[in-house]
């Protein structure tokens, strides 16, 4: 439990300048990517985000899906106030379709509703290691409705030869010590998500990783 607090604290500190940090990065590609996973959906109806960080891709979300509801939930307290702001700023006649939750996503998933007909993990598992990432996944079956989707997005070193990828791998292992040091997240490398998801019973439907980019969005279901 210590060191969810110690975590939990660190994702406190980066919360006020955590979209400003991401822009300087990535510009807009992190709140693109998690959107672009919903521009071709059917109508969503009920969304639950876990680790949903700062939620600036809410007021784009729902631009698409304007009657969705969205279960939003994070470690940080820090993140769900700034997620709160962010809404209630760009997005506010749909503040009431959005509960969030300040829960755990390894320990905390069977307080949830279920029966979510889309599930959204944004730049999240990536956190966690594969022992944690199992226990979600296993969890997680209980709540997607029956043909619910999982939508996942993340980091990915792409596969390209030589130096270039030698300088992607270099990257990611840069953002994992800066967030390792302010965070205590575990230094380590990239999950293989796609194996995990696997392994614990989901079908990958659809994927979407560029050579050039850093950047991975894949789609599951539960195996029948």
């Known amino acids: 439990m210590l060191k969810k607090s110690k975590i939990a604290s660190g994702f406190d500190r980066l919360a006020p300048g955590y979209d400003l940090l991401s822009k300087l ?17 059917s109508p969503i109806s009920h969304l639950l985000v876990l680790g949903g960080g700062t939620g600036h891709f809410l ?8 009657e ?11 993140m769900l106030k700034q997620a709160r702001q962010n809404l209630a700023g760009e997005a506010p006649m749909h503040f009431e379709q959005v509960v969030f939750n300040h829960l ?7 307080l949830l509703t279920g029966n979510y007909d889309a599930v959204l993990l944004p730049f999240v598992l990536d956190c966690l290691t594969e022992d944690q990432i199992n226990r979600v996944l296993k969890n997680l079956k209980d709540l997607v409705a029956p043909q619910g989707r999982i939508y996942l997005t993340d980091f990915h070193v792409p596969d390209t030869p030589g130096f270039q990828q030698t300088s992607y791998q270099a990257l990611i292992q840069s953002m994992y010590l800066f967030f390792h040091v302010v965070t ?7 999950p293989d ?10 079908m990958l439907i659809d994927q979407h990783s560029a050579e050039d980019d850093l950047i991975t969005r894949q789609v599951y279901r539960v195996n029948p």
């Open 59 to 66: 007021p784009d979300f729902f631009r698409i899906h304007p």
């Open 68 to 78: 969705a509801r969205v279960e939003f939930v994070d470690l940080s307290p820090g």
């Open 184 to 190: 205590d997240i575990p230094f380590q490398n990239l």
């Open 104 to 110: 755990d996503i390894e320990k905390d998933l069977a």
């Open 193 to 202: 998500f796609q194996r995990l998801f696997i392994e614990n019973g989901y």
């Open 25 to 41: 990065f990535f510009g807009r590609k992190l709140s693109q990517a998690q959107t672009d996973h919903f521009v071709h959906t």
